[in-house]
């Protein structure tokens, strides 16, 4: 098996055993995105002598003896909203698409004090507006399983990259489903921790109050590592919460005699594709016969979740992203006139869907509108939380759908937003509600397409939704998944 071929915490065992060198590992992974890059396009800035550069300096530090971080010369792909000092962060929009930052988000800061070398930033959908990476001012991502699909969005470029092999680990961001989603459709382990889990400094705001960093990976074990590392109280984001972390992975084979599970009602409709309700419920019927209490339960307001969250997260990112302007930093298109100066570097800095939720959003804060749109969807968001509090009192986790089907075409929905916007209804309760949220894959379709299963617990639960991601994939019911990409000139690698 090659080095790109190994996760995480098989490559972080062979390093700490001095059986291969980090410059190796990292190698590896570059002549793999040299392959497959052209096809898939899962990246927007490539970092292979920085990455490179920072194995270096681990091999030297291992080989003089210094004890390291498990995960030091165990590379990882960066979403592109990520600040990073002195490498450009796009968020895929022309209006920052020559922005360098001279800071470092706190994730970064973490994996670059642990010693992960950073292979580059990656696609996504531009602020993190969609569900598919075809919002991107640059190019779509495609999926590796099948190129004509999409990846799923926000953070495409960050899932493709680890399910292709380009990268065994991967940080994105969750507004409604951004890491979920395109876990699910490119047959990955993704996480959106509990709102305040991880510091959101330096991650560029989309609506602040769901925005959420988290690890894509292809294990539970590599996701738990990946958490370790990024979680933490941290002073410079006001809405990271004190209070102790604990090791993710101490829990990770504890089995599931006796969990309460309950099955979400809304989550395995009957207007879902067939293929993804029938390889949930057979995830749930395995939990069941190894002891797990299973019943089915209902969040009555899941039907008002995508309703509210489309006032309210546009209304955030009609606030948020007022501050590009072209006076202090990005894109300046010039004119005249301060307003046509404005109005010329918007215009021209942001793309249709970007500018589709500007303006519903500011329409929502509008006076005389206040009140009637954005003021009701935040007493949904409270009512949509009192659903949660009420079934965890009930149960220890909750099980439905990640994605209503598999990936879909490319093309195939960007001329009808409200469709596109259906893809993320699974995922949307749990951000508004701001409890964790897992996604694991859990079969293939009858067109070889992987299949996502949702797993959601209460807050700061994170550990028992990879214990239990853990058991599934012990049980062979959560194998981890990696396609053979199938080039357009023929062949598959």
Not at 183 to 209: D, E, H, K, N, Q
Not at 266 to 282: C, I, M, Y
Request: one cysteine or more; a negative charge; charged letters at 20%.
């Amino acid at each position: 098996m090659k080095l790109f071929q190994k996760n995480a915490a098989e490559l972080s065992n062979m390093l700490q055993k001095n059986e291969v060198s980090a410059v190796d590992v990292v190698q590896s992974f570059l002549d793999r995105i040299e392959l497959l890059e052209p096809h898939l396009k899962a990246f927007i800035t490539h970092t292979p002598a920085m990455a490179l550069q920072t194995a270096s300096e681990v091999d030297s530090r291992r080989n003089n003896g210094e004890k390291l971080h498990p995960l030091a010369g165990v590379p990882v792909a960066i979403k592109d909203n990520i600040s990073t000092q002195g490498l450009r962060t796009t968020c895929a929009s022309h209006i920052l698409e020559s922005y360098i930052p001279p800071y470092d988000a706190s994730v970064i800061t973490a994996l670059k004090r642990a010693g992960l070398p950073v292979l580059g930033k990656t696609n996504m959908d531009e602020f993190a507006m969609g569900s598919s990476t075809e919002n991107s001012a640059f190019y779509p991502t495609r999926n590796p399983w099948n190129l004509d699909k999409v990846p799923g969005g926000s953070s495409g470029g960050s899932a493709v990259a680890v399910s292709a092999g380009m990268a065994p680990l991967a940080l994105g961001s969750d507004t409604g489903g951004s890491i979920r989603q395109p876990a699910s459709l490119c047959g990955l382990t993704g996480l959106r921790p509990t709102y305040g889990r991880v510091s959101r400094y330096g991650l560029i705001a989309f609506a602040s109050s769901l925005d959420q960093i988290g690890p894509l990976t292809t294990t539970a074990r590599d996701n738990a590592l990946l958490l370790n590392l990024i979680s933490g109280y941290d002073p410079l984001d006001s809405t990271a919460l004190p209070g102790e972390v604990p090791d993710f992975t101490e829990d990770l084979g504890r089995g599931i005699k006796n969990l309460k599970v309950g099955v979400i009602r809304q989550n395995v409709s009957e207007g879902f594709d067939p293929e993804v309700t029938a390889a949930v419920l057979k995830a749930v019927s395995l939990l069941r016969d190894h002891g797990a209490e299973v019943d089915e339960v209902s969040l009555p307001l899941t039907d008002h979740g995508l309703s509210a969250y489309y006032l309210i997260a546009p209304s955030e990112a009609s606030s948020n992203l007022g501050r590009y302007d072209g006076v202090r930093y990005g894109y300046n298109a010039g004119g005249d006139s301060i307003d046509e100066m404005f109005s010329t570097t918007r215009g021209r800095g942001f793309g249709p869907e970007v500018k589709r939720r500007i303006m519903i959003g500011t329409y929502a804060l509008s006076a005389g509108y206040y009140d009637a749109y954005y003021l009701q969807a935040m007493k949904v968001r409270t009512m949509i939380r009192r659903d949660y509090d009420a079934a965890f009192k009930r149960f220890d986790i909750l099980i439905g759908a990640t994605t209503p089907t598999p990936a879909f075409n490319i093309g195939e929905k960007t001329d009808d937003p409200l469709q596109m916007y259906l893809s993320d209804i699974c995922n949307i309760t749990d951000s508004l509600a701001g409890v964790p949220s897992l996604s694991i894959p859990c079969g293939i379709s009858s067109e070889g397409l992987p299949l996502g299963m949702q797993i959601t617990g209460s807050y700061f639960n994170e550990a028992l939704l990879l214990r239990v991601a853990s058991f599934l994939e012990e049980a062979g019911e959560s194998l981890p998944m990696r396609p053979k990409v199938k080039l357009p000139e023929g062949g598959e690698v």
